[in-house]
Nanobody, 126 residues
Framework: QEQLVESGGGLAQFGDSLRLSCAAS????????MGWFRQAPGKEREFVAA????????YYADSVKGRFTTSRDNAKNTLYLQMNSLKPEDTAVYYC???????????????????WGQGTQVTVSS
């Protein structure tokens, strides 16, 4: 069973930085895409950032562009999310997602992934 393990969440203040990591293991194939989503209390899970593992192209939600950067370590099958200039509205549980299956489903939707991590809490105070 594919496994994604997130780490790096925690408490931060307005303007602080945090870095999340997501290590993928027990993969059934080569990574096709990996991404970050987040879910705040009472809200739906929303797209944050993603990487097409084949092309290296990166995608970002408008709400995080210029503040968040996603990167990868191919050798370690690890995805990172560098979060700068954090705001209280960034408070959420952050989930890592991956797909080893080629798909035409849009990379910014939850349906485009079949493996998910357990989530890591990020709380930003004002």
């Amino acid at each position: 069973q594919e496994q994604l393990v997130e780490s790096g969440g925690g408490l931060a203040q307005f303007g602080d930085s945090l870095r999340l990591s997501c290590a993928a293991s027990r993969l059934t194939g080569s990574i096709y895409r990996m991404g970050w989503f987040r879910q705040a209390p009472g809200k739906e899970r929303e797209f944050v950032a993603a990487i097409n593992w084949i092309s290296g192209f990166k995608y970002y939600a408008d709400s995080v562009k210029g503040r968040f950067t996603t990167s990868r370590d191919n050798a370690k099958n690890t995805l990172y999310l560098q979060m700068n200039s954090l705001k209280p509205e960034d408070t959420a549980v952050y989930y890592c997602a991956a797909s080893t299956r080629r798909t035409s489903i849009v990379i910014t939707t939850t349906e485009g992934y079949h493996s998910w991590g357990q989530g890591t809490q990020v709380t930003v105070s004002s």
